[in-house]
C-alpha cells in the first residue's frame, strides 16, 4: 500500500530554532489520510491495532509521554534523572485531580497538542492549564495555543478547539458551535490580554507574535494570523469492526473524515478563517479516558 501523501505543512521549517522543543517523544499515531489543498485542510491519525483489537493502552501511555510538555511551561521542562519524578507529578496535578474523570476532555487536549507538534511542528505558545486557578476548572478559553513557522520570517498562531465525545457529530457540532462563540469580539479581546504576557521571550519571532496580542492592534490582524484548529477524538465504527488497518478500514477512517468536514463546509466557517481538522478515531472513548486517567492519577 502507498504511503499517504505528506502536506507541506507537515514539513520542519528551516533555520527557526526551537530550544528545548526540537526533543519530541517518539511518534505512535499514524496519518492515514490527510489534505492540504482544502481549507478546512484534514487528516486522520490513528492508534492502529495489535493482536486484532485497537491499542488503546499504548495511546493512552502516549499521551502521558506529552504530559510535561503540554501542561509544564517551557522553563519548567529542563528535566533529569534527579528530577523527572516530581515533574511528572506536576504536570499531572495541573491536568486534573478530580475523581468524575468521565466528562474530562483533557486527553483529546492532549492528543491534538501531540499531533500538531509531531506531524506540524508547532511549539506551545501559552500550556493551557499554566492558568487555571484551581487544579480542576474547565478553562473557558483555546484548548491550544501554539505557533507555527512556515519559514523563518513568517509565523502563524495555532488555536486548537479539542472535542472528546463518543458520537462524531455531537462533537462537531458542538466544535462549531465553540469557534463560533470564540470569534466574538470580547472573547478575543480577553484572550489577547490574557495569553500575550504568557508568550515566552525566547519564542522565534517574538516581538512579531506578541505584536498582535497587544491591546493596540486590531482583531482582524490577529485573526488573519491565527490557524483555527478542530481535533475530533471520538468513536468510530471503521474502528469497531476492524482489527487491522487493510485498505477498507482506511477507505471507511476517510469516509467518516468526509462526513466531519462536510459539517464545516456547511457551517460556512471556512469563508471567515483558516481551519483544520484533525481527526483521531477512537475504538472506546470511554475506555481511554479511564486508562489515562488511572496513569495520570498515578503519577499524582
Known amino acids: ?17 526551537m530550544s528545548i522543543y526540537d526533543t519530541k ?12 489543498t482544502l481549507n478546512p485542510m484534514t487528516g486522520v491519525y490513528c492508534a492502529g491495532f495489535e493482536l486484532e483489537e485497537w491499542r488503546c493502552v499504548p495511546l493512552s501511555r502516549h499521551l502521558v509521554e506529552w504530559l510535561p510538555e ?4 517551557e522553563e519548567e521542562l529542563q528535566i533529569h534523572h534527579g528530577n523527572i519524578y516530581v515533574k511528572l507529578s506536576q504536570a499531572a496535578a495541573r491536568v486534573y485531580t478530580s ?43 483555546f484548548d491550544m495555543v501554539h505557533a507555527r513557522f512556515p519559514t523563518s520570517d ?15 457529530s455531537r462533537a462537531i457540532d458542538d466544535a462549531l458551535k465553540s469557534i463560533n462563540m470564540h470569534l466574538e469580539r470580547g ?9 500575550g504576557p504568557q508568550i515566552p521571550k525566547s519564542t522565534p519571532n517574538y516581538e512579531k507574535i506578541s505584536a498582535i ?17 478542530v481535533g475530533i477524538a471520538t468513536n468510530s465504527k471503521a474502528v469497531g469492526g476492524a482489527k487491522k488497518q487493510t485498505a477498507e478500514y482506511i477507505a471507511s477512517i476517510t469516509n467518516e473524515l468526509a462526513a466531519l468536514s462536510k459539517k464545516i463546509n456547511v457551517s460556512k466557517l471556512a ?30
Request: hydrophobic share 45%; proline share 5%; glycine share 4%.
Open 1 to 17: 500500500m502507498a504511503s499517504p501523501k505528506v502536506p507541506y505543512c507537515f514539513l520542519v521549517a528551516a533555520g527557526v530554532g
Open 25 to 36: 517523544p517518539d511518534r505512535m499515531l499514524t496519518v492515514l489520510s490527510s489534505d492540504s
Open 70 to 73: 503540554y501542561a509544564l511551561v
Open 99 to 141: 475523581e468524575k474523570y468521565e466528562l474530562r476532555g483533557e486527553a483529546g487536549e492532549i492528543a491534538l497538542h501531540a499531533i500538531c507538534r509531531d506531524y506540524f511542528n508547532t511549539i506551545p505558545i501559552s500550556p493551557r492549564v499554566f492558568y487555571k486557578s484551581a487544579t480542576n476548572d474547565v478553562i473557558k478559553a
Open 154 to 168: 513568517t509565523f502563524e498562531v495555532w488555536l486548537g478547539e479539542s472535542k472528546l465525545y463518543a458520537t462524531p
Open 187 to 195: 472573547f478575543l479581546e480577553k484572550q489577547k490580554l490574557l495569553l
Open 213 to 229: 496580542f497587544k491591546m493596540q492592534s486590531s482583531i482582524d490582524e490577529f485573526v488573519d494570523t491565527a490557524v483555527f484548529v
Open 271 to 300: 469563508l471567515k478563517i483558516r481551519l483544520v481538522l484533525l481527526y483521531i478515531p477512537l475504538g472506546s472513548k470511554s475506555k481511554l479516558v479511564f486508562e489515562f486517567d488511572k496513569r495520570l492519577k498515578g503519577l499524582q
